[in-house]
């Protein structure tokens, strides 16, 4: 999976401290409604180089077009965790067979989407959602039986500061083409905005939207300290 901040986000975040004037971007005092758009292009592993902009992705690159497609409104708010590499030490509390993508934890305190999670014996995963229960959902398959007890230790990949947007939902009245993942801009639609971050699913999945299928995306980004 890959992620980027643009350049011209970068000099959005820098406007925001008041450093500089590129792009006349006006600081706010209060939470600002961005957007997110689906990502087409690639291989569900790569995103656009850090030049992107609205205008002109590069590269076999673009926005989602399909029938129904449009940008949706998020608002972020700062995890109530400061990402961590190591915020939960704790064990499975059931035995979890091989194939299942949801397993309940003996906690789940302090967990937050988009952190890494190392179930047992399994290669390192990513939290994609919890349902609540202590239940976590996993961003791929188990690959092995794993016994009740087994060690989970979970935190995001960097330390740093993590803010999460509201989830959002795209729903085609179509077929789409794949989406190998999302970005985050400050307009609802067009090109006179800015791009400020892409990445690719936390699954890897390159989803293929046909009509009536929705997608739901929780847009998550964090700045390593």
Not at 23 to 43: E, W
Not at 76 to 101: C, K, Q
């Given at each position: 999976?890959a992620?980027?901040?643009?350049?011209?986000?970068?000099?959005?975040?820098?406007?925001?401290?008041?450093?500089?004037?590129?792009?006349?971007?006006?600081?706010?005092?209060t939470p600002?409604?961005?957007?997110?758009g689906?990502?087409t292009?690639?291989?569900g592993?790569?995103?656009?180089?850090?030049?992107a902009?609205?205008?002109?992705?590069?590269?076999?690159?673009a926005?989602?077009?399909?029938?129904?497609?449009?940008?949706?409104?998020t608002?972020?708010?700062?995890?109530?965790?400061?990402?961590?590499t190591?915020?939960?030490?704790?064990?499975l509390?059931?035995?979890?067979?091989?194939?299942?993508?949801?397993v309940?934890?003996t906690s789940?305190?302090?967990?937050?989407?988009?952190m890494?999670?190392?179930?047992?014996?399994e290669?390192?995963?990513?939290?994609?959602?919890?349902?609540?229960?202590?239940?976590?959902?996993?961003?791929?398959?188990?690959?092995?039986?794993q016994?009740?007890?087994?060690?989970?230790?979970?935190?995001d990949?960097?330390?740093?500061q993590?803010?999460?947007?509201?989830?959002?939902?795209?729903?085609a009245?179509?077929?789409w083409?794949?989406?190998?993942?999302?970005?985050?801009?400050?307009?609802a639609s067009?090109?006179?905005?800015?791009?400020?971050?892409f990445?690719?699913?936390?699954d890897?999945?390159?989803?293929?939207?046909?009509?009536?299928?929705?997608?739901k995306?929780t847009?998550?980004?964090l700045?390593?300290?």
């Amino acid at each position: 999976m890959a992620q980027i901040f643009t350049n011209e986000g970068l000099d959005v975040i820098f406007n925001q401290l008041s450093i500089g004037t590129s792009g006349s971007f006006t600081p706010s005092a209060t939470p600002v409604t961005y957007y997110v758009g689906l990502l087409t292009g690639g291989a569900g592993s790569t995103v656009p180089a850090s030049t992107a902009t609205l205008s002109a992705f590069g590269g076999s690159f673009a926005e989602q077009t399909g029938s129904g497609y449009a940008r949706q409104a998020t608002t972020f708010t700062l995890s109530g965790t400061s990402a961590t590499t190591s915020v939960l030490s704790t064990t499975l509390s059931a035995s979890t067979s091989i194939g299942a993508w949801v397993v309940t934890l003996t906690s789940t305190t302090g967990l937050a989407i988009g952190m890494n999670i190392t179930v047992g014996t399994e290669s390192v995963k990513v939290i994609t959602g919890l349902p609540g229960g202590n239940q976590v959902v996993l961003s791929s398959a188990l690959g092995a039986n794993q016994s009740s007890g087994a060690t989970v230790t979970a935190g995001d990949a960097v330390n740093g500061q993590k803010a999460i947007g509201s989830q959002v939902t795209f729903t085609a009245t179509g077929t789409w083409t794949a989406s190998t993942g999302y970005f985050i801009t400050n307009v609802a639609s067009g090109t006179s905005g800015k791009t400020l971050f892409f990445a690719n699913f936390a699954d890897l999945t390159t989803p293929q939207l046909g009509a009536n299928d929705t997608l739901k995306v929780t847009p998550t980004w964090l700045m390593s300290n």
